[in-house]
């Protein structure tokens, strides 16, 4: 190789000793850091000061009003509502001028400037330069106007209707139409089922436009909103701005209540084979619905860290299958999600190759059965305490270099769930104080929770093409019988006791070294000609990068190879180094934060990564290999 250039951290200040571990009974409270405040109209506020990105603050307004509190006829409406938050208010006469005013000072739509509508809420998004006071005032005053000043005229309410519908339009891929006949079946007997934020067309283009503006006068009311700024701004002057621009928006008692929707249980399996003509792939997918349980005390910290070991031990299970010649799917993962105020889904979902719908069914169906019946391995456990425990240690490592959108995204969600949000240190100091406790016995009384006999869903999607095979209800049904009788064997584990390297290479020597003043780096040539160029930064506190490039890539390769050629980073990394497949080496690198890729330009060829300081020597044992 050529070069090897790595981006070397200043290195953080170690964490505080331990304090003595929290009771389980203790309650979880809102990151001190985070000052709050509700004005006299009822809207509540956050405001953190953090410094990354410098001269920014990250502006939300969230209000808990969505697509499931539409009356019939205003289906489509919570979303139209906030378009037209963007057509006109009190201090920006229409779309124009607020994007005019907007561009000038550097903000860009969809990146600095965004909104979204989901089915029970409306989030507005603002990133606002504040190394002017007038910049900062403007931006928060544009918010406010989101807040209750819209003015939802009649020629700008005609205007966007195209527009919405256009949404609607792009919306009605084949992604969209398999997700509007099985989304009903997952959310049945319910609000939501029936609600989907987009709307109905014929609502969007004909529906009256005051019962447009009935919404937002019902819903777009203080008491059901929250204001929130983070980033490098004063707190007390955020505070003020605040007050000053949201302070005067009327309080409306007379306002009707928010409703919370429910999603009924079921004791059968529901089962949903969706195809379309421009499916890309086929997916078949298990769902496990439960009732939401929040995260208030410590107790619910450490079962939530429990559910988090557990999908980490699945989800390595299913990538070691994926990694088999005969795997009977592309790839498969376990995840967890909230669907709604009151409902968690926890989901298997596998990729398959056109026909393989039934086998991948009964695999995902086979591992679920091999937890219940045999439980998960000392060994696992361990592995994934240790890459949590690494994830926790690099996320506080990074405090004060995390990004303000991040934390405020946080506390948007705080907001509408009405659960702390306890901060990076105090999610910091329950991980490390909570993980060792947590035991096989723990994870194992998850299993129950998370996957069910009852309450569940299984959905099927594939592409029509003909000679293909997709398996009828029956046939789904009758898997999930032969999963429900089956008897697995215990899962083997086959990783102990293996070193990445059994025996280092000689090493070389340094044979020069010179600075380069100007761009802050040190340079050495090695005895065998390779150049390391060495350049510390404080962009991040607790990572390397590194690049390694010689010449001579792609473009050397004749017609013939070409495309093997460039397939190669792709098989190293599914194939493995060292003697060892991909999946032995996750195991191998469990607790350690390590990224290497082989990489190929037309002119070029080498290798890229990120480490921390504490795995460099397991980095550059990589790079050997």
């Given at each position: 190789l050529a070069a090897i250039t790595l981006a070397l951290p200043v290195l953080a200040q170690a964490p505080a000793p331990a304090a003595a571990p929290p009771a389980l009974t203790d309650s979880l409270h809102l990151d001190p850091t985070v000052r709050t405040g509700v004005l006299s109209n009822g809207m509540r506020y956050f405001i953190k000061r953090n410094g990354k990105p410098e001269a920014r603050v990250s502006l939300r307004l969230a209000v808990a009003a969505g697509s499931t509190v539409e009356a019939d006829d205003q289906q489509g409406f919570a979303h139209f509502a906030e378009h037209m938050n963007f057509n006109g208010s009190k201090h920006f006469k229409n779309a124009d001028e607020l994007v005019a005013y907007m561009r000038s000072i550097g903000m860009r739509f969809g990146a600095d400037v965004n909104a979204y509508t989901s089915f029970d809420e409306t989030v507005y998004m603002l990133e606002v330069p504040t190394d002017r006071d007038t910049l900062l005032d403007r931006g928060v005053v544009a918010l406010s106007d989101f807040a209750g000043r819209a003015t939802l005229s009649e020629t700008e309410i005609d205007k966007e209707r195209g527009v919405v519908l256009e949404e609607w339009r792009l919306g009605r891929g084949a992604g969209e139409r398999i997700?509007?006949?099985?989304?009903?079946?997952?959310?049945?007997?319910?609000r939501y089922a029936d609600r989907l934020p987009i709307g109905k067309p014929e609502i969007l283009q004909k529906g009256r436009s005051s019962r447009l503006r009935d919404f937002y006068r019902d819903w777009y009311t203080p008491e059901r909103m929250v204001v929130i700024a983070v980033g490098d701004v004063e707190?007390?002057?955020?505070?003020?701005?605040?007050?000053?621009?949201?302070?005067?928006?009327?309080?409306?008692?007379k306002a009707p209540p928010t409703p919370v929707f429910g999603v009924p249980p079921h004791q059968e399996t529901l089962v949903s084979i969706a195809t379309d003509k421009e499916a890309t792939n086929a997916t078949a997918s298990v769902y496990f619905k439960h009732p939401h349980r929040g995260r208030r005390t410590v107790a619910d910290f450490r079962r939530g860290l429990a559910d988090e070991l557990?999908?980490?031990?699945?989800?390595?299970?299913?990538?070691?299958?994926?990694?088999?010649?005969?795997?009977?799917?592309?790839?498969?993962?376990?995840?967890?999600?909230?669907?709604?105020?009151?409902?968690?889904?926890?989901?298997?979902?596998?990729?398959?190759?056109?026909?393989?719908?039934?086998?991948g069914i009964a695999a995902v169906l086979q591992e679920v059965a091999r937890v219940r019946q045999h439980g998960f391995l000392d060994r696992e456990l361990g592995r994934a305490k240790d890459a949590l425990r690494a994830q926790n240690e690099r996320t506080y490592a990074e405090r004060d270099k995390s990004e303000s959108n991040g934390f405020a995204g946080q506390l948007v969600a705080s907001f509408l769930s009405g659960e702390p949000a306890p901060g990076l240190e105090a999610t910091y100091r329950l991980t490390r104080d909570l993980l060792p406790s947590i035991t096989l016995s723990d994870v194992g009384a998850r299993t129950q929770r998370l996957t069910h006999n009852d309450n569940r869903v299984v959905l099927v999607s594939a592409p029509e093409k003909p000679g293909v095979a997709v398996p009828t209800e029956e046939a789904v049904r009758g898997l999930l019988a032969q999963a429900a009788e089956a008897k697995v064997t215990a899962w083997v584990d086959t990783s102990a006791g293996k070193a990445l390297m059994a025996e280092l290479p000689k090493p070389g020597a340094i044979s020069s070294r010179r600075v380069i003043e100007e761009i802050g780096t040190t340079v050495l040539t090695l005895s065998n000609g390779v150049e390391v160029w060495l350049k510390p930064t404080d962009f991040k506190a607790d990572e390397i990068q590194f690049t390694a490039y010689a010449m001579g890539g792609l473009s050397l390769a004749d017609s013939a190879d070409f495309a093997a050629l460039s397939l190669v980073p792709a098989v190293v990394n599914d194939a493995g180094v060292g003697g060892f497949k991909s999946a032995e080496l996750q195991k191998m690198l469990s607790g350690r934060i390590v990224r290497v890729t082989p990489a190929y330009a037309p002119y070029t060829h080498g290798l890229n990564g990120a480490t921390r300081p504490t795995d460099l020597e397991t980095a550059l044992q990589l790079i050997h290999l």
């Open positions: 997700q509007r006949k099985q989304l009903p079946l997952v959310l049945r007997g319910s707190p007390a002057r955020m505070d003020s701005l605040i007050h000053r621009h949201f302070g005067d928006l009327p309080a409306r008692p557990f999908s980490t031990m699945l989800n390595a299970r299913l990538n070691e299958i994926a990694h088999h010649g005969d795997s009977p799917f592309l790839g498969a993962a376990a995840f967890a999600f909230p669907l709604g105020r009151t409902l968690d889904v926890y989901g298997l979902a596998a990729n398959v190759a056109d026909g393989g719908i039934e086998k």
